[in-house]
C-alpha cells in the first residue's frame, strides 16, 4: 500500500511536470494548480488514503506527501515566473523610449530681462534698494536738477527726445537719483533700472534702450568706496578675474567722474585670441561699461542735501552692453525685433 | 579733434612713442579713441626724377617720359600735364600704387606707348584742389624717397575725445598743456615776431568798436592789415592743415583756421574793403515786428534771424553771425587786400543757442559755447597777425582796436587738503597738491594750510569750485590707484517693505510669464501714430514726440498691442506660424494732474497666434483661441491669489472682437483688470496674421494692487468624504454656461461644496430645431462634521434637478 501511495505521489509530479508546460496563460496556471493542489485536488485525492495507513508507514508518507507538494508548488511556480517575463517582454514591445514627450510650451525671458535682473541682484545683495520712476520726466529732473543747466554744452551728451519744451522722454535712469533724494533724507542706497530715450539710431544706438543707476550719499563716502563698490559688482557680473580700470571723464552730475573699463571678457584683457585681434575690444584689452563719480555738489544743492555734510557715489550702466558682452549678441537691433528665434535661445 | 603729433611737439618737447602718449593722455580723462594716419592714402608715392621728356609719337598733347625712382631701372610712363618737363622732381605713383579716390595704377599703354606708373597732380594726391598741371617738388629732394617723407608730412594724429568741460583742451597748446604735465615736461609758446608798420595806419583808427551789451561780448580786438595777396597757403600750412582734417582756402583764412586749431582761439577775418563806415559793432539783431531779419552766410545760405542772435555790424548791416559764421556781403576773396582781423570772446549760451537752432555747428561756434581763454586771445590775435603778414605780404597797422568792457578777472577757490583726501579716499601730500595746482597754472596761497587760496588760471573755465581742484589733484594722482575698499554705510538693516517694489512685481509677472510658456518681447515705446490709427484708437490722450526720429516713432503708444501685433508681421515674415509672447511695458495717455503731465500705467500684454502647440506630435493639434488666452488669464489670477473673475462681453471695441471684460470684485465696486479678445481679422490682416490672434491687455499696476492686499490664508482640510453628481442640461446654444452655474446656485442645495462643468457636448444642428449643446456640470456635496447619506444628497440634487428647468429653457 505504501508503495503504491508512494509511486502515486510520484506519478503527480511526473504528470503536473510534463503539463505545465502546455499551462500558457495565468488562467490556465491556476486551473493546474487548483487540479493538483486545490481542496479538492489531484495530491488532496492522494492524501486520502493515508488515514488508512498504518502507523509504521504513515512518517514516511507524510514525508513524501510533504515533499511532492514543494515540489508541484515549485514546479508551478517556476512556470508562473516563466509567463510573468512573458507578460513583461509583452508589455514593453510597444514601448519606446525615444519617442518626444508631451513638452508643455516653455516660455522665456528677454536677454535684457536676463542681465537686468542678474545686475539687480548683485546690487541689492550688496545692500542696495530698486526704485523705479516715470520714463516721461521734466526737464528738471532730466537736466537741471542735474546741474545742466539750459543751454549748456553737456547736454549735447544726450540727444533728448522731447514731449514739449519742459517735458521729454528720460535720457537717463539719473532723474531718480534726483526724486529719491528729494523724497528721502540720507542714507541712501537705491538702483534704478528701467528704459530711457535717446535721439539716436545707428548700428551701435537704438532710440530706446536700458539704464541701471545706482546713487549711495552718507557721509564720508569717498571714490575709493567706489572703486570698491565696482570692482565687487564687476566681479559677480563676470567673474573673480575681471580687471578695471577707471579713466577720468566728465558727467555734469558728478565731480569728479570716471568711466570704468572691464578687462575685456572675450580675449580675457590680451587684446587678441589666438593670433587673432579680439574684434570686442578692438585689441585694446579693455572694455568700457559704465560711468562714475562723486555726486557733483550742485544735485545735492538742488535737492536739499547739505553738500558739506554729505557724499557719495552714482553710477549708470547700460544693460543692452552687460548682456551683450553675456551673451555675445553682436547685433544691436536683434533686441528689438523679438524674433522668435531669438528669444527662444535665452529659454 | 585731431591732433597733430609733429605740431604738439612745437610746444612740448615730447620724444616718445604716440601710443605712450595717447594712454597717457587717456588715463588723464582726454580719451584718444584712435592713432590716424592721415596721409596713409599716398604713402606708397616715391619721388622720382624726370630724365628724358619727349613727346608721343601718336599725341599732339602726351609726353613719354623716362623716371628715375631711385632703385632699378628707370620707369617709362607716360603723362599728359602741359607743366612736365625733363630735370623735374616729380611725385611717382608705381604699378600697383592705389590713390586716394581708391584707383590702382596698373601697367597700360598710351596710344601704343607703355606706360609704367603716373605721376600725380596735387589734386590726385589729395593735397590740393590744383590740377592744372603735376606737382613739381622742390629740387633738394633724392628720387627714390616716400613723398610723405621728403616733403616731411605728419604721419602720427591723435583722435582724441574732448569732454564738454574740457574747452581748453581743443587746441594742440591745450594737449600740450596735458602732455607736459603727465610727462612732467616744459611748455614753451611759439616766438613771437610780430612786425608793426606804422606808416600803413593805426588799427584803433581804421576800425572803431562798439559793444552793446558787455554780457554777450566782454572783450572784441582788431589787427588791421593792408595790402594784403590773397593766395594759397605755403605747402607746410596746407599739409598741416589737412592733416587735422581741414581744407586749405587761402593764406588769410588758413591763418584764422590754423590758429584755431592750435591755440583754441577762433578768429575771424573781414575784407575791410567791404565793411562800411570803418565801424564794427556787437548787437543782437533786431528782426521786425513780422520777424523779417536775415543774413546770407559765407556758405551762401540765407539765415533768417532771431532778438537772441547775436551779429557784428558795420555801420550799415548785419556782416556776421558773431561766433558762428561770417557774412558773404564782408568775406576775404581773391581779389582783398584789406583785412581786419577779429579777436573776440562771445557768451557761450548765446552762441550755442544760434548754432543750433540755425543747425550750424562749425569749429568757432564749438569752442565759443564751451569757453575761450579771455587772457590767451592777446597772444592768438599777434600769432595769427604775424602769420597773415609772412604769407600774405601784408602790412600790419600799428596797435590793436581793443574793446574790452569787461576785463578777465581771476577767479579764487578755497581748497582744503583733507577734505580732497576723504572725498577721493587718498593720502594725497600737500607737496603733491602743490605741484599739481601750480603745474596747472593754478596760483596757489597756501599761508593758510589747512585753507589754501587757490586762483585758477583763466584757460580753465572748468575750475570754479573746491570740488574741480580735488578732481584735477585725483585726476593727476590717477584715478585707477586710489585704493578700492568698500563702504561702511550707515544704512539701517530695518528695510521693511524694501523687497515689496514695482520693480519686484513687475519682474515676479515676468517669472510667471515665461513659466506659463510665454516668451518676453521688449518693443519701442513709442510708435507711429498709424500702428494706433489702424487699431482705431482715439486720438485724444496720445502723447506726441516733438522731434521723433521719424514717423514710425512719433507717439508714445497708449495701448501695449501696436508693438507685440509689429511682432506678428515680424515673425510670420520670418516663418515663425506659433506665437506665444508677452510683453510688460508702460502705455501712456496725457493726464494734466501729473507733473510731467503723463500718466504712466504698467501694461501685461499677453498674444498667441497660431498652433496651440508648437510641437505637434504627441499633442491634439488645433489652433490657439478663446480658451488659451483666457486660461492664461485665470492661471495668473489664480498664482496672484486673485479672483475669480467675471469675464463680460464688451461689445464696440476699437480693435477686438469679440472683447471681453476681465474684471474683479474688490472692496470699492468691481475693477477692470484689463480685456482679452480677437484682434478684428481686418486689422490682423495688416500684419499679415491669417489666423486668429488673441490678446490680452491687462493692467499690472491694479493686479499689483490687489494682489497685496490678498495674504494666504490657510483652511482646514474636509475630514469626511464628499458626494459627487453628475447633471447633464441640454440647452440653447446660446445660453452662456456662467447663467446655467448662476441658476444651480440660485436654487440653494444645501451642503454644495463646488460646481464645475466638466464636459461641453454640441449634437450635430437639426434642420428644424434651434441649436442646442449640452452642458455636463459636477456638483460635490459635502458636510463639514458627518459623512453625508446618499439619501440627503438626493433630496437637494432633486431640487436642481427639478428646479432648473423652471429657471431657464433648458432639459435635464
Known sequence: MLKSFLEGLDGLTLECEARRGQACSLKDLEALRVEFLGRKGKLAAAMGALAQMGPEDKPAAGKKANEVKNALGSLLESRQAELDAAATQDALSGFDPSMPGRRPAAGSLHPITLAMQEICEVLTGLGFEVVSGPEVENDWHNFEALNMPPDHPARDMQDTLYVSDRVLLRTHTSPLQVRTMLSRKPPVAVIAPGKVYRRDSDLTHTPMFHQIEGLLVDRNVSMGDLRGTLTAFVRQLFGANTNVRFRPSFFPFTEPSAEVDISCVMCGGAGHIGNEPCRVCKKTGWVEILGCGMVDPNVYRAVGYDPEAVTGFAFGLGVERVAMLKYGIGDLRMFFENDVRFLEQFS | ?812
Open chain 2, 1 to 812: 579733434m585731431l591732433i597733430s603729433l609733429q605740431w604738439l611737439r612745437e610746444f612740448v618737447p615730447y620724444t616718445g612713442t604716440v601710443q605712450a602718449l595717447a594712454d597717457r593722455l587717456t588715463m588723464q580723462g582726454l580719451e584718444v579713441e584712435a592713432i590716424l594716419d592721415p596721409f596713409e592714402s599716398i604713402s606708397a608715392i616715391v619721388v622720382g626724377r624726370v630724365l628724358e621728356c619727349d613727346a608721343h609719337p601718336d599725341s599732339d598733347h602726351l609726353h613719354v617720359c623716362s623716371v628715375d625712382v631711385g632703385a632699378g631701372e628707370a620707369l617709362q610712363i607716360v603723362c599728359g600735364a602741359p607743366n612736365v618737363a625733363k630735370g623735374q622732381l616729380v611725385p611717382v605713383a608705381r604699378i600697383g600704387a592705389v590713390m586716394p579716390d581708391g584707383m590702382q595704377i596698373k601697367k597700360g599703354k598710351l596710344r601704343g606707348v607703355a606706360s609704367h606708373g603716373m605721376i600725380c597732380s596735387e589734386r590726385e594726391l589729395g593735397l590740393s584742389e590744383d590740377h592744372s598741371g603735376i606737382m613739381v617738388l622742390p629740387d633738394s629732394l633724392t628720387p627714390g624717397v616716400l613723398l610723405v617723407d621728403a616733403l616731411g608730412l605728419e604721419r602720427e594724429v591723435l583722435e582724441v575725445s574732448i569732454t564738454p568741460n574740457r574747452a581748453d583742451c581743443l587746441s594742440v597748446l591745450g594737449i600740450a598743456r596735458e602732455a607736459a604735465l603727465g610727462f612732467g615736461l616744459p611748455l614753451s609758446m611759439p616766438k613771437l615776431n610780430l612786425i608793426e608798420d606804422v606808416s600803413a595806419g593805426h588799427a584803433a583808427e581804421a576800425v572803431r568798436l562798439e559793444i552793446a551789451d558787455p554780457e554777450l561780448c566782454p572783450v572784441y580786438r582788431a589787427r588791421v592789415l593792408t595790402g594784403a595777396s590773397i593766395k594759397p597757403s605755403p605747402a607746410w600750412m596746407r599739409h598741416r592743415l589737412l592733416a587735422v582734417g581741414q581744407r586749405p582756402i587761402n593764406n588769410i583764412v588758413d591763418v584764422t583756421n590754423y590758429i584755431l586749431m592750435e591755440l583754441g582761439q577762433p578768429l575771424h577775418s573781414f575784407d575791410r574793403g567791404l565793411l562800411k563806415g570803418g565801424v564794427i559793432r556787437v548787437a543782437p539783431a533786431t528782426p521786425d515786428m513780422k520777424g523779417g531779419m536775415a543774413i546770407t552766410t559765407l556758405d551762401g545760405q540765407e539765415r533768417k534771424l532771431l532778438a537772441s542772435d547775436l551779429l557784428i555790424w558795420d555801420a550799415e548791416r548785419p556782416v556776421a553771425l558773431a561766433g558762428v559764421m561770417g557774412g558773404a556781403n564782408s568775406s576775404i576773396s581773391d581779389a582783398s587786400t584789406e583785412v581786419v582781423l577779429e579777436c573776440a570772446i562771445f557768451r557761450p549760451g548765446t552762441i550755442r543757442k544760434t548754432a543750433r537752432r540755425l543747425a550750424l555747428p562749425s569749429e568757432a561756434s564749438y569752442r565759443f559755447e564751451r569757453g575761450v581763454d579771455q587772457v590767451g586771445s592777446v597772444f592768438a590775435l599777434e600769432r595769427a597777425a604775424q602769420l597773415m603778414a609772412e604769407t600774405s605780404g601784408a602790412r600790419v597797422m600799428a596797435g590793436v582796436a581793443v574793446a574790452e568792457p569787461k576785463p578777465w578777472v581771476d577767479r579764487e577757490q578755497i581748497f582744503r587738503i583733507a577734505k580732497c583726501n576723504a572725498l577721493l579716499g587718498l593720502e594725497l601730500s600737500p607737496e603733491f597738491c602743490r605741484v599739481t595746482l601750480t603745474g596747472l597754472g593754478c596760483h596757489v596761497d597756501d599761508s593758510d594750510p589747512v585753507c589754501w587760496r587757490v586762483a585758477s588760471p583763466p584757460h580753465r573755465l572748468d575750475l570754479e569750485r573746491e570740488v574741480d581742484l580735488f578732481e584735477e589733484c585725483g585726476r593727476v594722482h590717477g584715478l585707477d590707484r586710489i585704493p578700492a575698499v568698500l563702504p561702511k554705510i550707515s544704512k539701517s538693516l530695518d528695510s521693511a517693505q524694501t523687497s515689496d517694489t514695482v520693480f519686484g512685481f513687475l519682474q515676479a509677472l515676468k517669472g510667471w510669464a515665461a513659466g506659463a510658456g510665454l516668451r518676453e518681447a521688449i518693443n519701442y515705446s513709442f510708435v507711429g501714430a498709424d500702428d494706433l490709427d489702424r487699431l482705431n484708437l482715439p486720438e485724444e490722450g496720445r502723447i506726441r514726440i516733438a522731434n521723433p526720429l521719424s514717423e514710425d516713432q512719433n507717439t508714445l503708444r497708449t495701448e501695449i498691442a501696436p508693438g507685440l501685433l509689429n511682432n506678428v508681421r515680424h515673425n510670420l515674415s520670418q516663418g515663425n506660424g506659433s506665437l506665444r509672447l508677452f510683453e510688460i511695458a508702460k502705455a501712456f495717455r496725457e493726464d494734466a494732474a501729473s507733473d510731467t503731465g503723463a500718466c504712466e500705467n504698467s501694461r501685461l500684454g499677453i498674444l498667441v497666434h497660431g498652433p496651440r502647440h508648437a510641437q505637434e506630435w504627441p499633442w491634439e493639434q488645433g489652433e490657439a483661441d478663446y480658451l488659451d488666452v483666457k486660461g492664461l488669464v485665470e492661471n495668473l489670477l489664480t498664482h496672484l491669489r486673485l479672483g475669480p473673475a467675471g469675464f463680460v462681453l464688451d461689445p464696440g471695441h476699437p480693435y477686438l472682437e469679440p472683447c471681453v471684460r476681465v474684471e474683479l470684485a474688490g472692496k470699492n465696486g468691481v475693477a477692470l483688470i484689463g480685456r482679452i479678445g480677437r484682434v478684428q481679422p481686418k486689422i490682423a490682416d495688416a500684419y499679415h496674421a491669417r489666423k486668429d490672434v488673441w490678446l490680452a491687455d491687462l493692467d499690472a499696476d491694479l493686479l499689483r494692487e490687489l494682489s497685496r492686499a490678498v495674504k494666504p490664508a490657510f483652511v482646514s482640510l474636509p475630514k469626511f468624504p464628499p458626494v459627487r453628481r453628475d447633471v447633464t442640461i441640454i440647452c440653447p446654444a446660446d445660453l452662456r454656461a456662467e447663467q446655467v452655474e448662476a441658476a444651480i446656485r440660485e436654487l440653494k442645495p444645501k451642503n454644495l461644496e463646488s460646481l464645475v462643468l466638466v464636459a461641453v457636448y454640441a449634437p450635430e444642428d437639426k434642420a428644424d430645431a434651434k441649436p442646442e449643446r449640452n452642458l455636463t456640470f459636477r456638483l460635490t456635496y459635502r458636510h463639514a462634521d458627518r459623512t453625508l447619506v446618499d439619501k440627503e444628497v438626493d433630496k437637494e440634487h432633486g431640487k436642481v434637478l427639478a428646479g432648473l428647468p423652471q429657471k431657464l429653457p433648458v432639459r435635464i
